[in-house]
């Protein structure tokens, strides 16, 4: 399943158009808090897809049944870029697990290179688990990254993608790579990528936009 949130009017698509603006991109803080406002916008719409059981509350004047979740979601942050996003999931999901992927491209190297470098896991096993990687460009990252989750942390009962802007290649990507129950949800299909393996039209680089330059 993808889901394309651009692909129905809300104001998730003004937050997206700030996300994009190279003027706005100049906050720092703005370009962030847009990225938490889309994470707690897109939380929601994954959430329709989790499971629920009913729970009865008792209130000041009566009793009322009301759904609510079985289970919290596992959610998983790629560093160091995905950080404002996962804010805004931790903000609806908040007693939520979480693991943590230290993820980077390899500037140097001759070719695409995507390194891992860190990453601590609660166990995966037949748990709902939504990765928060907000640009699936190649989409190695992400599979990367789900490789060596599913490694350390056993099978989980199914695996909700979610990025800001996705690229052809990386939805590709996903579909050849990823061995378990998934879905892909993304607030904008992008054309393609550029000869640097950047989406265009894209944000730019999301890390540096959000924290500033790296060496």
Known sequence: MVFNLSEQNSIANQFLAELRDRDIQRDRMRFRKNMERLGEIMAYEVSKKLQYGTRIVEGPLDKTRINVLKQEPLLVAILRAGLPYFQGFINVFDRADAAFVGAYRD??????????????????????VILVDPMLATGRSATDAIDLLTKKGGQPQHLHVVALVAAPEGIKQLAQHVNVPYSLWTCAIDESLNDKFYIVPGLGDAGDLSYGTKL
């Open 107 to 128: 500037e140097f190297a001759h070719e695409l290179t995507v390194r891992t470098e860190y990453i601590t896991t609660p166990a995966l096993t037949g748990r709902e």
